[in-house]
Each structure stands twice: as structure tokens, then as C-alpha cells.
């Protein structure tokens, strides 16, 4: 059983920032890429940006320059430092990873969501 929990959520004003963190744990042989994704009210799940175990990056365009995603392998955690934030960031963001457990299997685990609330 493995399982992803997300910290770092909540409340500030545009232009500010925040730093959410997710962190792996349970019965881990290895994790692939880990990555970001976000919902808006009435609109669908979207990449925010990902990283590989190597350290390679991708970020959807909209986050590039304001959005850095970063990991730390020893701590099974991905980071997400968030500057420069606007009232359209505001969603639920959710912290995906390919795990691969000690019994080799592999699966595509979701965290819980955490709630970043940007006011204008």
C-alpha cells in the first residue's frame, strides 16, 4: 500500500506564494516521475508541471517562470514553490507520482488534493 499526502495549501493574496509539498510513503521500491496537477471549479484536471527521478522538468506554459517543481529522492517528497500567483491559479491541487512497489508492482497514485485560494 502506498499513498501520497499533499501540505502547503490555502489562503493568499495574488502575487504571493506558497510552497506545497507531497511526500510518498508505504511499502515504496522505487517512484518514477512525480508530478502537479490542478482542478478548477468546473473546469478539468490539468498538468501543472512534472519531474523525473533524473530531475527533468516539464511545465504546462501558463506555470512557466512563476511555477518550479523540484524533488528530493532520499524523502520520496515533490515540491511546488508557487510565485507571482493570480486569482486564475486558484483550484485544488493534486500530486500524482509512478510508484513501484516492493513487491514490483506499479501504479499511478493520486494524493488527496490540497486547496490554493488566490484572492484578487
Known sequence: QVQLVESGGGLVQAGGSLRLSCAASGSIFSINAMGWYRQAPGKQR?????????GSTNYASSMKGR???????AKNTVYLQMNSLKPEDTAVY?????ITTMTRRSFEVW???TLVTVSS
Not at 67 to 73: L, Q
Open 67 to 73: 511555477f518550479t517543481i523540484s524533488r528530493d529522492n
Open 111 to 113: 494524493g488527496q488534493g
Open 46 to 54: 490539468e498538468l501543472v508541471a512534472a519531474v523525473t527521478t533524473g
Open 94 to 98: 493534486y500530486c500524482n507520482a509512478d
